[in-house]
DNA sequence: TTCTGAAATGAATACGTAACCATTAAAAGG
DNA sequence: CCTTTTAATGGTTACGTATTCATTTCAGAA
């Protein structure tokens, strides 16, 4: 491997003009810099990012710990987060966590220098929080929040879920289900909150209400929309804690030959760009602002890496967008 | 920050032992071994992987170039290339190529020091091949391919795009209209090539047939459904060159109040995930493993790291996957 | 007890860069 | 022409680890 000693021999200066001419080429003479650059050239230099970052203790590199790509809303932010860093020059290293592997990815995470570290899957107690803050390393959460409260950017979970239930009720429902995701993660929890605060408010006892709260990968949801036609009532309307979920449902109603939104209204939260498509065209809750979380969670991240911020609380106000998985209920 | 220097103090050894410690346990004695862990404890010591990057020379980082995950093919194989990577204990750089940043990426990437290299991004005759070849590090094109014919997995494009061309046919359409995307681009080129193959077969003059070659943002997209809506005749069988294509067309079929399959049959290639939806269902051509390209691409891509191969050239066959966007001809 | 070889440890160095400080060359001022 | 600045360059070191080679320690055999 060609080193910038080897440049430096080849053009006779020194390493330190090499570095020069890379760095701060207003300070050498133009001669030299010619001739240096002739020899970056010939020798088909390109200096080791890794050197330099061992000389500068920082690397350019972000981390980001996203949930996996088969939930839509994950789609959306990785872009988001992945374009901006890049933009701003930065590299990210991309893990998708899972149940399975998220001890894994800490571990790895951890053992890892990086500037910043951006991720999502945090649950609302969990450890790995103060040991982020003792890396000193600027952090942020997206999405789900821990219980310390601070670093963080997510939409108002209790008003995304009154919002949605709020909906289903004024359009006629009566019947309606929850199915939802462990209350470990903020992002459940508060959604929870808000969906009980509408059915006080309909006057609807709370305890009638069926309610899931289960894994959210495929084959939970098939088998929670199985149990659900067994109910008796049977919903008429189906509350789901993220548009991931309702977007299945949709998938399982569609399956069984169901006809939305005659048989069933489905209502999601986060608003993700697939929910727009035609064919899905659901009905959901999301973020006010143009912007998506991910991306405004980023932009935070960089204020904190620049000094212009030292810690992120913000709560992101949502409103519903009415499509055609939801509708005025028929008797 | 403390360094293993550090901890070789306060244990009372030197800096080597710690790295024995770290490395190779089973060299050091027992009774040394529990005073140098007990110093990684109190001192809360981490090892710096910059540092070890760069007297090892390996980084544990796999550079990945994927298309924008607004593209669902995208979506299937970034989960499985990041994920397949980390199990292996590699980090991920991931970047997402469009038309504008693309150049900017490949200069960042080529700067920077990896083990290893996968790119779907590549167009036919694109000079950052020798580039990439120069770099003397393990790397792999997924779903394109070069001109140079090494170093890829590719679908069998050309059978792709006849059997989707061919199952419109067999349905009875005679009125096929194909929208593909620039021809620089090996899986466009190849594909089309397959679509005029089955028209040859089938008897139709390929030049009544018409033909978009389009950039694949949603806007393009929706210009050409326009553009394919004042045709006389109109066709009545879309052949979209990628699932992506298909599905922004379905997109725009609704939105305009079309329905599918009856006012246009429309079919895709790359059997995505996303046209498994109930919701979508699309018809489409793809891969006959169960595993997809992205995942096929990063296994070989370990081969080769760990020389069991030295260069990839893999072409997977295809098959016909039928759904509900296409049906048999009504007059 | 002495010798031998293996086990355990340490000292020095390399990896490739940026930064600091010292030195030389050139330009400006009297 | 000499002195004083300023511009341009070079020598040396630090970053934190793994590795190579040399040295010490220790157990077992003679």
Redo the contacts with the bound molecule.
């Keep these: 491997?060609v080193?910038?000693?080897d440049v430096a021999k080849y053009a006779?200066?020194?390493?330190?003009?090499v570095?020069?001419v890379?760095?701060t080429p207003e300070?050498?003479?133009p001669?030299?810099l010619k001739k240096v650059m002739e020899a970056i050239e010939q020798l088909n230099y390109v200096?080791?990012d890794i050197?330099?970052s061992?000389?500068?203790?920082k690397t350019g590199i972000i981390t980001l710990i996203s949930g996996p790509l088969h939930n839509p809303f994950f789609v959306d932010t990785t872009t988001e987060i992945v374009n901006y860093a890049n933009a701003r020059g930065y590299k990210v290293n991309v893990y998708f966590g899972t149940e399975d592997n998220l001890e894994t990815i800490y571990n790895s995470v951890l053992e890892t220098k990086v500037d910043a570290i951006i991720l999502s899957s945090i649950r609302y107690t969990d450890p790995l929080f103060y040991k982020l803050e003792k890396l000193e390393i600027p952090f942020i959460m997206f999405n789900r929040k821990h219980q310390e409260n601070r670093h963080f950017v997510e939409i108002d979970n209790i008003e995304a879920g009154y919002l949605a239930t709020n909906h289903l009720v004024t359009l006629g429902h009566t019947d309606l289900c929850w199915i939802g995701g462990p209350h470990e993660m903020s992002t459940f929890f508060g959604r929870y909150e808000g969906f009980k605060k509408a059915l006080v408010e309909a006057g609807i006892a709370i305890n009638t209400v069926p309610t899931f709260f289960t894994n959210t990968s495929k084959g939970d949801i098939k088998r929670v929309f199985e149990e659900l036609l067994l109910l008796s009532p049977r919903p008429t309307a189906i509350c789901a804690a993220t548009d991931a979920i309702a977007i299945e449902i949709l998938n399982q109603c569609l399956e069984q030959g169901f006809d939305i939104p005659n048989d069933f209204n489905v209502i999601g939260i986060d608003n993700v760009e697939l929910s727009k498509h035609r064919s899905i065209s659901l009905t959901t809750v999301g973020i006010k602002s143009e912007k998506n979380l991910g991306f405004l969670a980023i932009e935070k991240l960089f204020d904190v890496m620049e000094k212009k911020s030292a810690c992120i609380q913000q709560t992101e106000s949502v409103k519903l967008f009415p499509r055609n998985t939801t509708g005025k209920k028929m008797n």
């Design positions: 491997m080193s910038s000693k006779g200066v020194s390493q330190t003009t570095s020069r890379l760095n300070l050498v003479k001669k030299t200096p080791n050197a330099r061992l000389v500068q203790q």
